[in-house]
């Protein structure tokens, strides 16, 4: 079964520190997508950031970036210069190239200490 | 662009009573996608559909049935309530899968 874990339920973070949040997944397939999404109190979903399978380079957002470890299928989130406004649920998600669905992680709750 | 609305933003119903959430999207997005969201569990997928007239399962979709018989729209129906379904129902859009979903703002569901 395709699942998407992420270890850490809650963490903070000083105002202006940078954080990193942790998600690995498991396929075995070689194209598929991965993305983080942000839940603020709104419980709007926001995308933060996407990265395809098969590109090496990480991809950046602002203060927004992801590290991708192919081999051994992480892909961890980093907020640099915190900010308040970026406290919120944080889902890492992942869909396999040839499926058509997107599975989930449960969520890290991130809280920004003034 | 409204983007994606949601029907109705709080419900409370009965054992065994029946309701319909609406979803609909004015992006011309073919995937939508409706997911529940509980305590502890993140987001689970319920069911989805790539195209008008085209519908598939998802991890969780006993309880539910779902139609498409628009672009635009993607109810999502509940035919006999039971206090399991008790959740927040999110509906979600894009053109693609791989692509950025864009989510509606939620059903907050409570069966009594």
């Known amino acids: 079964a395709q699942t998407v874990t992420q270890s850490q339920p809650e963490m903070s973070v000083q105002e202006a520190e940078t954080v990193t949040l942790s998600c690995t997944y498991d396929?075995?397939?070689?194209?598929?997508?991965l993305f983080w999404y942000k839940q603020p109190p709104s419980r709007q979903m926001i995308l933060v950031i996407r990265?395809?399978?098969?590109?090496?380079q990480n991809a950046t957002e602002n203060r927004f970036s992801v590290n991708f470890q192919k081999a051994a299928k992480s892909f961890s989130l980093k907020i640099s210069d915190s900010q308040l406004g970026d406290a919120a649920m944080y889902f890492c998600?992942?869909?396999?190239?040839?499926?058509?669905?997107?599975?989930f992680g449960k969520g890290t709750r991130l809280h920004i200490l003034p | 662009n409204a983007g994606v609305t949601q029907t109705p933003k709080f419900q409370v119903l009965k054992t065994g009573q029946s309701m319909t959430l609406q979803c609909a999207q004015d992006?011309?997005?073919?995937?939508m996608s409706w997911y529940r969201q509980d305590p502890g569990m993140g987001l689970r997928l319920i069911h989805y559909?790539?195209?008008?007239?085209?519908?598939d399962q998802g991890e969780v979709p006993n309880g539910y049935n779902v139609s498409r018989s628009t672009t635009e729209d993607f109810p999502l129906r509940l035919l006999s309530a039971a206090p399991s379904q008790t959740s927040v129902y999110f509906c979600?859009?894009?053109?693609?899968?791989?692509?950025?979903?864009?989510f509606g703002p939620g059903t907050r569901l409570l069966v009594l």
């Open positions: 990265q395809e399978a098969y590109k090496q």
């Open positions: 998600a992942y869909r396999i190239g040839r499926d058509d669905k997107i599975i």
């Open positions: 979600a859009s894009s053109y693609g899968v791989e692509e950025t979903q864009y």
């Open positions: 559909s790539v195209g008008a007239g085209i519908t």
């Open positions: 992006m011309n997005h073919e995937y």
């Open positions: 396929t075995s397939e070689s194209d598929y997508y």
